[in-house]
């Protein structure tokens, strides 16, 4: 079975300072990886996606994400964060069954990482 | 641009009485999906269709939870006699099914509180 694993629950940075968010996952294949935001009240948006191919995949909002198989991990950064990016933050893997027409599991979230901007 | 919407965005009831939420997808994904969010965690899925067919179904989805998409379009999922342990946020998911390139769009949820 898949998992995702977000090791750091909070995490704060000073506005204008680069960020980094952890992600490791465990699959069995080649993963499919998405990174969601989800604001107070609003639903998860999606941040950036890999599927295959470059490893380094940019974003919405001046994210991206590096895609590493032999640590089986998926990290988020940016160089600059503003106030607007707190947030809480999930990590994602889907395993999309081979298709023959048949259908796909749902995403498999991490616990999330909360984002604290400090002035 | 018209997102995935939820109705209603929050619901209070009292244990034992039975709820209904709505998700209205983007209107040509024909892949629908239902999540459950308790505090502290991440989404979890419950169950999927593609149109109006329900293909999977989580085992977090115990017997008294029903999703129906009759005509492929909207979905409702419903809960009968509501135990605190329900108490949480319900999301709904579309996705246009392009195969292994699919990303599901998600709608700002459904809180429910069971008192």
């Known amino acids: 079975a898949q998992s995702v694993t977000q090791p750091d629950i909070h995490i704060t940075v000073s506005e204008g300072a680069s960020l980094e968010l952890r992600c490791n996952y465990s699959y069995g294949a080649t993963p499919y990886l998405f990174w969601y935001v989800q604001s107070p009240g609003q639903g998860l948006q999606l941040l950036l996606k890999?599927?295959?191919?470059?490893?380094l995949v940019q974003g919405i909002k001046g994210f991206e994400a590096e895609f590493k198989r032999s640590q089986s991990s998926f990290n988020l950064r940016k160089p600059s964060v503003h106030w607007s990016d707190a947030a809480e933050y999930f990590c994602?893997?889907?395993?999309?069954?081979?298709?023959?027409?048949?259908?796909?599991?749902?995403?498999?979230f991490g616990k999330g990482t909360h984002l604290i901007i400090q002035p | 641009d018209t997102g995935v919407s939820q109705d209603p965005r929050h619901k209070i009831t009292k244990r034992g009485q039975n709820v209904t939420f709505r998700c209205d997808p983007i209107?040509?994904?024909?892949?629908l999906y239902w999540y459950r969010q308790t505090l502290g965690q991440g989404p979890e899925f419950l169950t999927y269709?593609?149109?109006?067919?329900?293909?999977?179904k989580s085992r977090l989805l115990s017997d008294r939870f029903s999703a129906e998409r009759p005509k492929g379009s909207f979905s409702t999922l419903e809960i009968q006699r509501t135990e605190q342990g329900d108490s949480a946020m319900y999301l709904c998911?579309?996705?246009?099914?392009?195969?292994?390139?699919?990303?599901?769009?998600f709608g700002p949820g459904t809180r429910l509180t069971v008192l």
């Open positions: 209107s040509e994904h024909n892949r």
């Open positions: 890999y599927f295959s191919g470059d490893t």
């Open positions: 994602a893997v889907g395993p999309y069954k081979a298709f023959s027409g048949g259908g796909a599991d749902g995403l498999t």
């Open positions: 998911a579309s996705s246009l099914g392009q195969g292994s390139t699919d990303t599901q769009y």
């Open positions: 269709f593609q149109n109006e067919a329900q293909l999977e």
